[in-house]
């Protein structure tokens, strides 16, 4: 039994008690190519929009003006606190936020959780508030699709169609913001502001060689999902001197996290020009995926492997965690990445 969240003309939330399934698809558990999922899912969704509602300037400018409230009201009842820590989910607005924003996903309906309600129906907000209509927004947890994870949605959408993510779908509301310097909080940092911390402290390493670049190349195309040849599900690695065994992961929620340095990949390409081999690849300039989960020969200890991975200096090398307080130091901003990784060896062979 399942309540979920849909929105009325009075602007008040409306809950539906009634027996509902999520379908099994809302996350991906089939393996898939995640990017033709997630683009099929992209074109779907934008022909799914209601109209955009532009804010007027003045509209704009009490929006901006606004420092973001520790706590809001929904239905004059239910109060809403900012969210600063834990996991942040995503939530898939049926419109584009009014406010423009950089997002990792390049649309304007994807929106970071922003606010966890104290009410068992009514659990979270996404994105920042907007002032708009002389009433204050912000979109709220609503139902699923009806054919969401259905034969007709694929009809529409394409397969494979996901938002390859553990996502919920979100809608506006009505809210009450109190401006009361006693319980707000000053502006956060931006998203912007946020990538351009980071990218100040990137490290610098050598560039690739060529034939470093295409045998990184060569086995990064091997193991992209649902191609024909798809050779390396498992390896076998050496982390400081340990032997692991390391499954692709195929499955389950994109993972993403900042590198402190440019992905080698793409630092190649962007100082040589030189993009013949990389195909259609989407090689990110120091944000990377959770790849590989690795486990300890004879033991329970394990890794988590980021990458995608690449050969420098007669060797292969990836990406694991390590504890940056860049986030805290940051004024724990609400943005998606919070997670850090740095280069480790994995031996100068990884399939033998």
Avoid at 87 to 93: E, K, M, P
Avoid at 147 to 170: H, I, K, Q, W
Avoid at 192 to 221: N, R
């Amino acid at each position: 039994f399942l309540i979920l969240l849909s929105c009325g003309t009075d602007n008040d939330v409306q809950i539906q008690t009634d027996p509902t399934t999520i379908p099994s698809n809302t996350t991906v558990f089939t393996a898939m190519d995640p990017e033709v999922a997630f683009a099929n899912f992209v074109d779907y969704w934008n022909k799914e929009l209601k109209s955009y509602r532009p804010l007027s300037n003045d509209e704009l400018k009490t929006t901006n003006d606004l420092r973001w409230p520790d706590s809001i009201i929904v239905n004059d009842s239910i109060t809403c606190n900012l969210r600063v820590k834990g996991t942040l989910n995503s939530g898939v607005a049926d419109e584009n936020h009014p406010v423009e924003f950089d997002s990792f996903q390049n649309v304007q309906w994807w929106l970071t959780e922003s606010y966890v309600c104290n009410d068992d129906l009514i659990t979270n907000l996404y994105g920042p508030p907007f002032f708009q209509d002389n009433e204050w927004w912000i979109f709220a947890a609503t139902n699923y699709p009806e054919n969401l994870g259905t034969d007709s949605l694929y009809e529409e959408c394409g397969y494979p169609c996901s938002p390859v993510a553990a996502v919920r779908f979100a809608t506006r509301v009505s809210i009450d913001v109190s401006e009361d310097p006693i319980t707000t909080t000053t502006s956060m940092m931006t998203l912007e502001e946020y990538e351009k911390g980071w990218i100040e402290k990137l490290e610098i390493y050598q560039v690739l060689t060529k034939d470093e670049f295409d045998k990184s190349i060569e086995f990064l195309l091997s193991y992209q999902i649902l191609k024909e040849n798809f050779p390396f599900t498992e390896l076998e690695i050496i982390v400081d001197s340990k032997n692991y065994v390391c499954e692709r992961k195929t499955t389950g929620t994109i993972i993403t996290a900042y590198a402190n340095e440019r992905h080698p990949l793409n630092l190649y390409i962007s100082e040589t020009g030189d993009d013949e081999n990389a195909d259609e690849l989407r090689i990110y300039e120091y944000i990377v995926t959770g790849d590989y989960n690795c486990s300890l020969e004879n033991s329970e200890e394990g890794l988590f492997l980021w990458g995608p991975l690449f050969f420098q200096d007669n060797q292969w090398w990836g990406f694991i965690e390590y504890e940056d307080d860049y986030w805290e130091q940051s004024g724990e901003p609400d943005v998606l990445i919070r997670s850090f990784v740095k280069r480790i060896s994995l031996g100068i062979s990884i399939n033998d």
